[in-house]
């Protein structure tokens, strides 16, 4: 069984940051493509930033230039920055590991985010 241990989820006003954090095993961590998803109510689940094991990134447009994710592997952790938050950014937001050659992926438990206006 892989546990993604996410923490940093919250209430937070409109234009305020929050900082996301998701622990994965190390022997996970270093063979996958990490990433953030989020899952409003009564919508999909959506990508919101991916980093690979290079440290490639990739955003959902409507992130783009406030959302910042990044990966330290001397702690297996892929964290999201995300600055000027807007009321639309509600969702509960999931880490999720997507290792080379495997044929899983994994997730979190999901954390809220909930930004008011």
């Known amino acids: 069984q892989v546990h993604l241990v996410e923490s940093g989820g919250g209430l937070v006003q409109a234009g305020g940051s929050l900082r996301l954090s998701c622990v994965a095993p190390g022997s996970i961590f270093r063979l996958s493509t990490m990433g953030w998803y989020r899952q409003a109510p009564g919508k999909q689940r959506e990508l919101v930033a991916v980093i690979t094991s290079g440290g490639s990134t990739n955003y959902a447009d409507s992130v783009k230039g406030r959302f910042t994710i990044a990966r330290d592997a001397a702690k297996n952790t892929v964290s999201l920055q995300m600055n000027s938050l807007k009321p639309e950014d509600t969702a509960v937001y999931y880490c999720?590991?997507?290792?080379?050659?495997?044929?899983?992926?994994?997730w979190g438990q999901g954390t809220q985010v909930t930004v008011s206006s």
């Open positions: 999720n590991a997507d290792p080379l050659g495997f044929r899983s992926t994994y």
